[in-house]
Structure formats: C-alpha cells, structure tokens
C-alpha cells in the first residue's frame, strides 16, 4: 500500500512495569461483590488508584500492548506483527490443553480428553483464520518490510515446536534451532524426549486390550514418529464397532478432525506463502513455498488416515 499512514500512538512505554511477573491484586468474593455493587448504584467502578486498574494488572495489559514494534516504513508490518504475536498466544493455549489431554489420556479418562481436544479443536480453527487475514498482504506491502525480518522465520518458533512435538512430529534439528537460548530449549528438549499426545494414546490402546507391538510401547522418543501396522490393526478392530456407545471409535473420529484441521492449516500456510512469495527463497534459509509444500503434506495421527483405505 502507497498511501501516507499513521501509528496511534496508545501507550507511554517508558512507564510500564516491564515485569512479566504476575502484579499482586487482592482476591474478591460474593459477598465484597454483593457489598460493591449496594454502593454503585449498579454502574461499574470507574475510579481506581495507583498506576493501572485491576484488568491492567490482572492480565499485564499494558506491557502486552507494549511489544509491538514495527521496523519498517511498511504499512502491513502492524498487521503482520499482531497476528504473528496473537498466534504465538494461541500456540501456548494449545500446547497448554494438549499437555493436560496427555494427561488425563494416560489415567484412561476419555470424556475430559475429549472435553479438552474439542476446545482444543476450535482454538486451531481460529489460527487458521489467521492465514485469511495474512492474505490480505500483498506482495508489495509485504516486500516493504521483509528485509527487516534479516534471517527471522517462524520456522523458528518454539510454541509452535512444542505444539508439534506433543502431537507427535519430533525433530531433533527443530529442536536443536533454540539449543542457544537458555531460558527456552530445556522445556524443548523435555518434549522432545517424552511420549507425545499420540504415543499415550497408543498406550492406552495396549491398556485396553489391543496387541501393540512392545517397540511402540517403549521407545526413544525423541525419535520420528514411525506408523506401525499393529496400531493400525487396533483402529482397524475399533472402527468396526462405529456406535456412540465405542468411546475409542468416537476419540478415533476426533482425533482425526484434529489432524485434518492442522493439515488445512499448514496447507494455508503454505498457499498464503505462495501468493504473498511467490518462490522466492524464505527469510529462514529454506527454499520457501516448495519446503512448505512438503511440510503439508504431514499428518498427525498416521494409522488413523492410512487405516481408512481398509475400512
Ligand atoms: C504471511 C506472512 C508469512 C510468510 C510469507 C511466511 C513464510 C514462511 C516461509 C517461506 C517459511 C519457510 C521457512 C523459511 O523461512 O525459510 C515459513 C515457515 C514457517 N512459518 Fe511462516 N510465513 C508467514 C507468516 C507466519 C506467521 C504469522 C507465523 C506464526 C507466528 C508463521 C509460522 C511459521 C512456522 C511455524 C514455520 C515453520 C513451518 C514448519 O516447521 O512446518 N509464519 N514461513
């Protein structure tokens, strides 16, 4: 875009609280809430004191909206840096209900996993929104700024690594992008070296009867994942009693709409890359669009897509 643009300015950085530690704040009740609102007549409290008020503090408002720091004359760059901060959030929230769906896997409890990947689902679809607004750059606005970005990539993300890795993509070179950064890679390397999302789910299987093979039951983690015919076989005898009442048939079906939604978004990625791109090679050394191309081309969950063909 060619025309003369301005940047709101919304806050005085230099008087933020810099801390990403959480602020104290006093902890309400019923009651105090029932006690308040005699004395407001029903409107909301519009006086507070100190520096901030409590929504500030409660989720650091202020020092997140501080962060955003565009570096170029571009002005897509806003647009580019929000979204990319906003899905990096998002990243988090969904690493942070697949972690606890492992969890609830591995002691056989079925319906609150479910609870969890339902959620878990929606967040996903809401990244993939994302790529619709990235769209909306076009090869001009985002050459405006790309220069910028140096050697910077999502490639080197490491939210998005930790979400691959629990859902059972390991790789020990993705992993070993943020072996530099102290306060990052040993949560990184933790992932990389526990059972995934998935390899729980296979354990679970085992607990329930299938005949697993043992090496998919105990196994160098860090690994990539290898499909094996005997968890294949196990989804294979599940999917033949398709009913509501089959709790690993329906955790089959919503696993797989997980997948597919991460497959659409990687596919997303991908087109989004190739329209705004073209072929040029990525900021991050790879060749771009045709290194994502194969990328998308990766599923989560392999037996439950390759045992379809049997069904
Ligand atoms: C619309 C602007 C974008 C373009 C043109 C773009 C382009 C690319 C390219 C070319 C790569 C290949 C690696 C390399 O850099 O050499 C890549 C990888 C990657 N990008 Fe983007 N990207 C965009 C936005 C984003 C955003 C906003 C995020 C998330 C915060 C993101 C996350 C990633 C990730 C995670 C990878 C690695 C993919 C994988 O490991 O499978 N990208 N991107």
């Known amino acids: 875009m060619t025309f003369e643009f301005k940047n709101p300015e919304i806050i005085d950085i230099e008087k933020v609280d810099s801390s990403p530690k959480p602020r104290p704040m006093q902890v309400g009740s019923e009651a105090a809430r029932q006690e308040k609102v005699k004395t407001t007549s029903g409107q909301p409290i519009t006086e507070f004191e100190g520096n901030a008020n409590p929504y500030i503090d409660y989720e650091s408002v202020d020092l997140l909206l501080s962060l955003q720091h565009p570096r170029s004359q571009g002005y897509d760059e806003m647009c580019f840096i929000i979204m990319g901060q906003a899905k990096e959030l998002l990243f988090k929230s969904v690493y942070y209900e697949l972690y606890n769906a ?43 700024f790309r220069d910028h970005l140096n050697v910077a990539s999502g490639q080197q993300s490491f939210m998005f690594r930790h979400v691959e890795f629990i859902l059972g993509n390991k790789n020990k070179a993705m992993a070993s ?9 040993p949560a990184i390397q933790e992932n990389l070296e526990s059972p995934s999302f998935y390899d729980e789910v296979i354990r679970l299987l085992k607990k329930r009867g299938f005949d697993i093979a043992p090496e998919c039951l105990d196994r160098n983690w860090a690994e990539p994942y290898k499909s094996h015919e005997s968890i294949e076989k196990a989804w294979l ?24 939604i991460f497959a659409r978004y990687r596919f997303q990625h991908y087109t989004t890359v190739e329209r705004i791109l073209g072929f040029k090679p990525g900021t991050g050394g ?3 669009v045709n290194w994502l191309k194969t990328m998308a081309a990766h599923r989560f969950f392999p037996e439950l897509w390759t045992m379809r063909t049997d069904l």
């Open 102 to 144: 492992r969890i609830r896997v591995s002691v056989d409890d079925l319906p609150n996993a479910s609870q969890i990947i339902n959620r878990t689902k929606e967040m996903l679809l809401l990244l993939t929104k994302f790529w619709d607004v990235l769209a909306t750059i076009r090869p001009e606005g985002f050459k405006s």
């Open 177 to 185: 992008v943020h072996k530099n950064v102290e306060h990052v890679y």
């Open 237 to 260: 005898d599940i999917y033949k009693d398709p009913q509501p009442s089959n709790d690993l048939y329906l955790f089959g079906e919503l696993l797989t709409e997980l997948a597919d």
């Open 286 to 288: 790879s060749a771009g």
